[in-house]
């Protein structure tokens, strides 16, 4: 029993503060979903790609917690959120700004599905304009005979 | 010429490529400093010899405040004889250097502290306050604050000789 | 000695390899049978060669050689025998090693298989999958060599990492990478059409188990990364929008839409351009893959490492990219459309829009993650896109996918008259609107859920309605029940194994709604004997118990879990201390159900271990993403079955 006591203290590398978050009662009731929203929107700096709210590390865990501080202050989320911008940049937010020129990155693909469903309404009016039986043309050019010889070639 | 619009298909890849190639120069994880030009944000700590240490009270002199932690091998171990060295070399010409320690435990960090034999004073960041105030990523990272108290410089990794010279001699040469 | 072996084996296949693409292309060119028998020599030679290397890595794996660099890096003394063996691909040169491993074969297969199937194609379609092969070896002969040697000999390795202990690194890797190099088949084929400008159907026809195969092994590896992520990395999500993951997906969403598109090309001779451009993309889209993986350009979790490979993968890249749409831009005029559509209510259309939007799903994703480069290139800024803009983007994409798996299986060729939308689609629509109804009034409120499970219940009913129909009409014939139902499916077992897949697909979309829409967490700090409460399970703090195992230190929570006063069982989330880690590795502790997950991560503790804190997470319907991965898979294996002779 003694032992494992020793070999819990040896194996100590990362432990939290002897008196952990609890300890620190806030001065007015914080709401956990709200330190949940905010934390969901910031990056955690020492993962790779998971946020405050989800990731496992130390870091992330100090951070929920100067969330939790600031919201009992009295600030307001938006506020929390600057604060974290003001220190880490916009590279913090897990979802680009959409003013500015990250504003492209919400716009563009929708701007490309728009697009794409011009160039597919475009091919269907096209095709369903075509008559069943393409007729002989009058006149043929050096460039469709061209494509007729390579056509005629090709297909197997 | 509507012959010729085909060869747009490959074309248009190329600008993606010259992006990707790009990438090449950057590194994703160097991410520059908002802090740089600013205040630098004030902190109260209790040093690992039991006196407390405050940001505000070296106004006047060039901070170098570093954060580390006993873990980060082998950057901190790499720098930690370099901020030794400077602040004996410096100390008296106005130069101040005070380690904050993050994300570690108590014995480990002053275990460190003993084997390099560091006479600075150091800290431990208990809540991480502070280093997220400073916007510190991870660790080794150096800020070289001057004598009106604005952070100048962020060095992230190991800090060599060179570059804690030449820039606390710019800050101190400084008016 | 043997490293030294291995290693020269990997050159030997190089030079192999090389010779098999230039004698390939040039009998295949000038019409030299024995040319081309020297290159199908070429394919067994570099198949035992790499095989043999191989082996060799394994060995070393297995023996401790400490002085092969790669083995002292990944592995050490107290690495555990299984995962000395599948920690041979846990990393950079290793990973190269598989791959091109499960390259070799598939020539090889192509060699068995083919030669006497497609003798135009065949000769050119060998060439380019020596080229692909020779890249590799190249890699791993010059840039990143699996057996280069570390001096001086270290006494101990550094150790695997130890995220990658699971038996999900058994099977990730090796099922996303046979989707991977799967995938250059059909391209292989694709180029050898455009070369010997061949352009009919031929090569679809030959590739098309091979793109099934690609696709499901790439599908299979998508979801077991997606539970590999789910139970071991202790965030309770299957799915981060990481740059890797999506670099994994991109080439998924085209391939699907890859399969799609060439349904149209077989019953309607169009869209042949379309569909060459799609295979181009989609294995042009697996190499930008591994090229992320592999070049550290963009930050990732599974960034294996930085340096010159990076430089040799965007230069392949290029070379694939470029080369084949000079090819397609060349052959132009070969590929233009034949055929024509009667309808715009038509099978086609829907298939277009299909196609649609499982590209533009594809551009979104790619857009996202290179956002960062091109932000920092233009303005010099550094921004993220995560998994907020991701969902966003993406999710009305899908939810339109889930619409068309409804209405495409069913609807006409042609031309879909009023009376067959009528008959095929009146009973499911009014299902789903009615459905989305009754969701509401259940309190569901989260509209994208409510769109969601309609559309589900849509499809399903389609699905439902055409299966019925079918079996009573050989009911009708005097069939039994069961018979006609096998009947069925094996008679038309590339419809019914799409219709299973389809079901897989849904049972996906429903995990997901629910996960996403329903799941709770909640983070607490408890003393011994303290208890916290979430979605009606009460879980106790029971105490922390250490113990020390062959290469980590183990730190283990006791949790007793009850619901309502029932029993209580018990769950141990760990934490793992390894020695080669900077921080400790958290290990989750969960309880499946089939509605419900418990899931349980350990945080901080007291030194004292009176006090840990916990992150305590219900998670709703996920393991019905798994039960769809499951059915997905009995799907692919009837699509697969070989065609019968039909019946007089």
């Known amino acids: 029993m003694r032992l494992a006591w020793l070999v819990l203290l040896l194996a100590s590398y990362m432990l939290g503060p002897a008196t952990p978050g609890l300890a620190q009662h806030p001065a007015r009731h914080v709401d956990e979903e709200q330190v949940h929203t905010i934390a969901t929107q910031l990056r955690c700096v020492v993962c790779q790609n998971l946020s405050v709210a989800d990731s496992p590390s130390e870091m992330a865990n100090q951070m929920r917690a100067v969330i939790r501080e600031r919201l009992a202050a009295g600030q307001t989320p938006g506020e929390v959120v600057e604060y974290f911008v003001d220190k880490y940049g916009e590279w913090i937010l897990l979802e680009p700004r959409r003013r500015g020129f990250t504003a492209l990155v919400w716009l563009i693909p929708p701007l490309a599905v728009l697009i794409g469903l011009g160039v597919v309404t475009l091919l269907i009016v096209r095709w369903t304009r075509r008559p069943p039986a393409a007729p002989t043309p009058a006149r043929l050019d050096p460039a469709m005979s061209e494509r007729i010889r390579r056509e005629m070639e090709a297909e197997p | 010429m509507r012959r010729l619009l085909r060869w747009l298909i490959p074309l248009s890849t190329l600008p993606v490529l010259v992006l990707l190639a790009y990438g090449f120069r950057s590194n994703p994880r160097d991410i520059p400093s908002p802090l740089i030009g600013r205040d630098a944000p004030s902190f109260t700590l209790t040093a690992f010899t039991g006196e407390p240490i405050s940001l505000t009270a070296h106004r006047g002199r060039v901070v170098v405040v570093n954060f580390w932690a006993s873990w980060c091998y082998p950057a901190c171990y790499e720098e930690a004889p370099v901020l030794e060295q400077g602040w004996q070399q410096w100390r008296e010409r106005g130069v101040m250097v005070i380690g904050l320690d993050i994300q570690d435990t108590d014995d480990k960090a002053r275990k460190f502290i003993a084997d390099f034999g560091l006479t600075f004073p150091n800290a431990r960041d208990v809540t991480g306050k502070v280093s997220i105030d400073y916007g510190v990523f991870g660790v080794p990272e150096t800020f070289f604050i001057d004598r009106v108290g604005r952070i100048r410089l962020r060095h992230v990794g190991a800090v060599t000789t060179d570059v804690f010279r030449t820039t606390v001699e710019r800050l101190l040469t400084e008016s | 000695m043997i490293p030294e072996i291995g290693q020269g084996a990997l050159l030997v296949a190089l030079g192999l390899a090389l010779w098999g693409g230039a004698a390939a292309s040039v009998g295949g060119r000038a019409g030299r049978p024995a040319l081309i028998e020297s290159a199908q020599h070429a394919a067994l030679g570099v198949f035992t060669l790499v095989t043999l290397a191989f082996a060799l890595l394994v060995y070393a794996f297995l023996a401790f050689d400490f002085s092969v ?536 503790f007291t030194r004292d271990g009176r006090q840990a804190t916990v992150k305590v997470q219900v998670n709703r319907l996920v393991t019905l993403i798994w039960i769809g991965g499951f059915v997905l898979t009995l799907g692919t294996a009837l699509a697969l079955v070989p065609e019968r002779r039909r019946a007089a």
Not at chain 3, 227 to 252: K, R, T
Not at chain 3, 535 to 562: C, I, M, P, T, W
């Open chain 3, 69 to 604: 660099r790669y083995v002292a890096l990944n592995t050490n003394l107290g690495t555990p025998f299984y995962y000395r063996i599948t920690g041979v691909w846990g990393a950079l040169e290793g990973s190269l090693v598989l791959w091109a491993w499960m390259l070799a074969l598939y020539t090889l297969i192509v060699v068995l298989r083919q030669r006497e199937r497609a003798r135009e194609l065949y000769p050119w379609a060998l060439a380019v999958m020596f080229v692909v092969l020779a890249f590799f070896l190249l890699v791993m002969t010059v840039a990143a060599p699996p057996f280069a040697r570390l001096s001086p000999v270290p006494a101990n390795g550094r150790g695997l990492n130890p995220l990658l202990e699971d038996t999900g690194m058994i099977t990730h890797p090796i099922a996303l990478y046979l989707g991977f190099t799967g995938f250059t088949v059909p391209f292989a084929f694709a180029i050898a059409a455009l070369v010997t400008s061949r352009v009919g159907d031929t090569w679809i026809t030959l590739t098309r188990r091979w793109t099934i195969t690609a696709w499901y092994f790439l599908s299979l590896g998508l979801l077991i990364g997606g539970w590999w992520s789910y139970h071991v990395l202790g965030w309770g999500g299957y799915w981060a929008w990481d740059p890797v993951e999506n670099a994994a997906f991109m080439p998924w969403l085209t391939g699907t839409a890859f399969l799609h598109s060439v349904m149209i090309q077989e019953r309607r001779r169009m869209l042949k351009l379309w569909n060459i451009a799609l295979v181009i993309l989609t294995f042009s889209l697996t190499m930008f893959g591994t090229f992320l993986t592999r070049s550290g350009v963009i930050a990732s979790v599974h960034a294996f490492t930085q340096g010159t490979v990076g430089v040799f993968f965007l230069a392949f890249l290029a070379l694939v990219v470029l080369a084949s749409l000079v090819l397609l831009a060349w052959r132009w005029y070969a590929l233009q459309a034949q055929g024509q559509l009667d309808s715009v209510v038509s099978r086609e259309s829907a298939f277009l829009l299909n196609n649609l939007l499982l590209v533009a799903a594809a551009f979104t994703v790619f857009f996202g993650t290179v956002f960062p480069l091109l932000a920092e290139a233009l303005r010099g800024v550094k921004v993220s896109v995560g998994a907020p803009f991701f969902n966003q983007v993406n999710v009305p994409l899908f939810l339109g996918l889930v619409f068309l798996m409804g209405v495409g299986p069913l609807i006409a060729w042609r031309r879909a008259s009023p009376e067959n939308l009528r008959r095929n689609f009146l009973v499911p629509v009014a299902l789903g609107i009615a459905g989305a109804a009754v969701f509401f009034l259940l309190g569901i409120r989260s509209a994208l859920a409510v769109l969601a499970l309609a559309l589900t219940l849509f499809v399903a009913a389609t699905i439902a309605l055409d299966v019925g129909r079918a079996t009573r009409a050989r009911l009708r014939g005097g069939e039994r029940l069961l018979s006609a139902v096998g009947g069925l499916l094996i008679r038309h077992n590339r419809r019914y194994g799409g219709f299973v897949v389809h079901l897989g697909i849904l049972l996906i979309v429903v995990g997901v709604t629910g996960s996403q829409a329903w799941s709770v967490q909640r983070e607490s700090t408890l003393t011994v004997g303290e208890t916290t409460e979430l979605a009606g399970y009460q879980f106790r703090f029971d105490g922390l118990q250490a113990s020390e195992e062959s290469n980590h230190f183990k730190v283990v929570g006791r949790f007793s879990v009850s619901r309502n006063g029932s029993r209580p069982a018990l769950m141990q989330p760990t934490k793992k201390f390894y020695p080669q880690e900077t921080s400790p590795i958290a290990g989750v502790d969960y309880t499946l159900g089939l509605w419900e997950d418990l899931y349980l991560v350990l945080g901080d």
